[in-house]
Nanobody, 137 residues
Framework: VEESMESGGGAVEVGGSLRLLCRIS????????VTWFRQTPGKEREGVAS????????????IYADSVKGRATISADNKKGLIYLEIHSLDLEDTAMYYC??????????????????????????WGLGTQVTVSS
């Protein structure tokens, strides 16, 4: 059974940094698409960063939301089943529950990433419970 679990959230002051971790277990596919989403009360989940690896030597696709571009980095340690999201220069608007969503890198999801769009949240079957990030002044 595939499971993912987020960690690394917490309280941080404006201007600070955090490294979020998504630990994936039980995943048996050679390709993957992992997207970090975030959500605040009353709002829909929005994509923050996504990484797609076809597992066949093709270049890895990475995209970022405009709101974090230039201050976020998503990376993967495939051997350990870990996906990292580092965000620097945090501001109040980064306060949210952060989730990692995992699934295969299908042709459809690859097309989303290729044009710089996030696959919709409804497209992912595997989710963690989230990790809260609270930024204060």
């Amino acid at each position: 059974v595939e499971e993912s679990m987020e960690s690394g959230g917490g309280a941080v002051e404006v201007g600070g940094s955090l490294r979020l971790l998504c630990r994936i277990s039980g995943y048996t596919y050679s390709s993957y698409c992992v997207t970090w989403f975030r959500q605040t009360p009353g709002k829909e989940r929005e994509g923050v960063a996504s990484i797609g690896d076809a597992g066949d030597g093709r270049p890895i696709r990475i995209i970022y939301a405009d709101s974090v571009k230039g201050r976020a980095t998503i990376s993967a340690d495939n051997k350990k089943g870990l996906i990292y999201l580092e965000i620097h220069s945090l501001d109040l608007e980064d306060t949210a529950m952060y989730y990692c969503a995992t699934d295969r890198l299908t042709i459809g999801r690859d097309r989303y990433l290729a044009r710089g769009d996030f696959p919709p949240a409804s497209d992912f079957d595997f989710w963690g419970l989230g990790t809260q990030v609270t930024v204060s002044s």
